[in-house]
């Protein structure tokens, strides 16, 4: 497998090998210069991509091709050494090691260089702690204000006719649209169906009722509504929470509420009365601490 | 041996003569001229001393088998993923700043987008090639963690990570961690509904750490969740940081396995004390080019021909905003399933909360990771095997490490695929919570399945070859006791054992 | 000719305003006729009057309104096969003519409800996007592919529904969909945008049925990584491996 001859014989095997290879060094050419007038002329997404992998192909076969049956298949066998274990080396690794070199038995001055490292680690965390901010008070509030009118993302606040029974909306502070960790899921529902406790009761005119929209359980928007069966479903990991009972967790993963938005009606617009009484989104270790 | 036709003749003021190269090489007709490459390798040689390492290098002995040829590829992918990414890093602008947008594409026309989420729309639409680069870029990134995951397969069932290679393991182990954070805060850059979606869910797996999630959660991103630091940050991580430790990690990975030399399957002249193979030069050095260009070819098939993460639907991300289905790319599904079909156990233990995100968010994944990442010390630990291994294993022979790595790879598969549930349940028409129950149901039942029937089809087969009764011990290894030597000359010689 | 009648017709008894496309048969459905359709067909779960039939899960039809029937009529989901079953698009039971009869019936047992909404074409793409993914992509896919909401229920992908049929999906909120009240604008700006969706080009090759990652997961691994193992069948054809052992220069036959 030297190439030809003296006499200039080739071996049929070889010769086809040598024809493969040349036309997959072909195909590579033709591609590759096709692809380029492609793109001069506007180019178009699948086109170049066929024929850039006829391009590809084409040199890879070649190669291969002619590494596996135009050159030497020459099995060859190499020793191996062993892997560390030298006894003289490992026995003189240990002395230069053990080499009094004023490093063993000063415990003290161990102790002392731990306290040290320990002193630059809380100065070289100070880059890291301004990273971001400390958490304090975001996670447990939201830019809801009681008076604060529910207004649709830029837009006027909302009035009750805006929603049809079985109907919903996102909902924000009037005119704040700077938090959104606020957006809040207006629903309207045949009053006679709701089946709030307490307070919760009192904060739900006529069948309006408000939510947060972030999940409780890793913070996705609860996007999709079952209006048939009042029933909000988060398409990260399919939560599923009842809004005729509080928005209590029904189905999938989470295990909290997701917090109502205590509202009430003013005239021809709705106004919170305050902030969401438990943090919104995901929950975390003290969601009591706020 | 340098040819004496180029020595340098000493102290003439003008080249030699025909006749005196002819009586200077002693013969007329013999040692013809040196060839290109022997002259380009002299040139090296003398400003680089190369010529040494060189010959031995190019000597070096690789075993050849298709299955050791799935690192390579995963190595061809990650030089894709690089010149692809430098491509599209020229266009990427990493800014979460709002900008008009301004493109061919119609319904976005006007609204006002993150200049990151513009910069990927032009590269899409506007940039001749571009959508085709990034389109390259991502299917490369998928099929790379899977190509990783097929390497580590081979890896694991042969036993290739006995001592000396258990510190490759964990390196290669590394580079799979690598993989996995590249591509999250890969395609998270362009800025859209969908990644973003995926980030709000990372964040809220950091935020559900007890005691210091809050905190880890606000430095990793800049503040509560959304926030303009994510888009710059991650692309740091993707362009830069993850890159680098790539680069290193896959030098130290490489470096280890010239070092050990390749391991090698039984049959043959093989033994634990040779490698049995073609040379580097020439063979092994065509075929893996020819590997590399056959690989990239397949990733350009998939970039022009599957569509793949179009931004322009989804459109940017806005933190109010979802669309379903809703999952993250496939290899982090498993991750994904698994939140998704955990129950909802969120209980409150003197005053802390673990909320339900954490166990299958946190603590799973890094139960099951840990366990891969230190398999070579457990196994050694049950086999109390520490000797040197460099023949590869039957997966049959080890049936209880067989088992081990097929329950795991059922557990991730199972997960995977719960990641789907929505889109399985949608192309079945099939019930959501019927099959949350079912993968719930699957998830316990067919892992320990999987463990107790691979190990006793491996022990049937073992048996049949009439072996001690060990579950984790293989065979004695090869026939031993002959060792060889090279000679200075470069051939080989006996040496008594 | 027919066309011509069955359109005065409709106005003249001016309850139902013609949908767009239509064909009308030769034959008009009389009153009478239409009547005995919905005895045959609708009256076993929704009741002789439209009072609903609470054994066969049939809610009352009193009062839901022309575009209600019009919508399940038109796009197959009603008449069910048997009752309790899940209505699903298919192709209509009817044709235009009895369309027309079963909603004048319908409609004639009372109480009102909203008409056939008047779509006109040339809504804004623009800000049909903006809707369209605040209020319809997480159920419907930002893809329009549909995807399934829980519950055994399904948010179907819209490359079939016609304008009409999304503005009266809007307005009555089938299923389990809500219900949505926008004025005309934002109406035909999101019909406008589906129709986008619906004719809108893949530039970057197949689709794989617009279901984002899980798809495209499915061709990462089934296609990508079997292509992969099969160049390297190819690269590394030649092994040793399966050989019989064979001795090294120097050792003993085996």
Known sequence: MSGPTRSGFVPPAERRAERLVLAAFGVTFLSGTALLILYLLGGQTQLEGILLTLCLGGLGVGIVIWAQRLMSAEVKVEARHPIGGDRRRIAELGDVLTEEAGFTRRTLLIRALGGALAGLGAALAIPVFSLGPAPGRALYETSWRPGARLAVAGGQPLRPDDLPIGSLLTVYPEGDDSDPNAATLLIRIEPELLRLEGEAAGAAPDGYVAYSKLCTHAGCPVGLYRAADHRLICPCHQSEFDVLTGATPVSGPAARRLPQLPIRREGDTFVAVGDFPTPVGPSFWNMGGG | MLRRSLRPSPGRGRPPSREERERAAGTADEAPPPTELERLGIWLDRRTGIAGVARTGLRKVFPDHWSFLLGEIALFAFLILVATGTFLTFFYVPSAALVPYEGSYEPLVGHEVSAAFDSVMALSFEVRAGLLMRQIHHWTALVFVGVIVLHLARVFFTGAFRRPRELNWVVGFVLLTLALAEGFTGYSLPDDLLSGTGARIAYSAALSIPFIGPWVASLVFGGEFPTDALISRFFVLHVMLLPGAFFGAIAVHLAFVVFHKHTQYRGGQARETNVVGRSFWPSQVFLSTGLFFLTAAVMALLGGLFQINPVWAYGPFEAAQVSSPAQPDWYVGWLDGALRIFPPFEPTILGVTIPSAFIPGVVLPGILFTIVAVWPFIEARFTRDDREHHLLDRFWEHPGRTATGVTILTIFGILTLAGGNDVIAFYFAAEIEALTNTFRLLTLVVPPLAFAITYRLCRTRRDRADEPDEPFAGRTPGRGGVALRRTAAGGFEDVEP | ?254
Request: proline share 7%; net charge negative; charged share 15%.
């Open chain 3, 1 to 254: 000719m027919a066309l011509a009648a069955g359109v005065v017709l409709a106005l003249v008894a001016g309850r139902v305003t013609p949908a767009s496309g239509a064909e009308a048969s030769a034959a008009q459905v009389t009153r009478s006729e239409a009547a005995a359709l919905y005895l045959q067909n609708c009256a076993s779960c929704h009741g002789q009057q439209g009072e609903g039939v609470a054994s066969a899960a049939g809610p009352p039809l009193i009062g839901v309104g022309a575009a209600s029937v019009d919508f399940y009529l038109r796009t197959g989901r009603m008449p069910l096969g048997a009752p309790g079953q899940r209505p699903q698009r298919q192709d209509p039971a009817f044709d235009e003519a009895q369309i027309l009869g079963l909603i004048d019936h319908v409609v004639s047992l009372g109480g009102g409800g909203p008409e056939i909404p008047q779509v006109r074409a040339g809504g804004e793409v623009r800000r049909g996007w903006e809707l369209y993914t605040a209020n319809c992509a997480a159920c419907h896919a930002a893809t329009g592919a549909g995807n399934a909401v829980g519950g055994g229920n399904v948010a179907y992908g819209l490359s079939e529904a016609t304008d009409v049929q999304i503005a009266e999906a809007m307005l009555i909120g089938p299923g389990v969909m809500p219900r949505f009240a926008l004025d005309d604008p934002d109406r035909d700006a999101i019909i406008a945008y589906v129709g986008f969706l619906r004719t809108a080009e893949s530039p970057g090759g197949a689709p794989i049925g617009g279901f984002g990652p899980v798809a495209e997961g499915f061709v990462a691994v089934f296609v990508g990584l079997t292509l992969l193992v099969a160049v390297s069948r190819f690269v590394g054809r030649q092994t040793h491996e399966g050989e019989p052992e064979s001795a090294l220069p120097g050792e003993p036959s085996p």
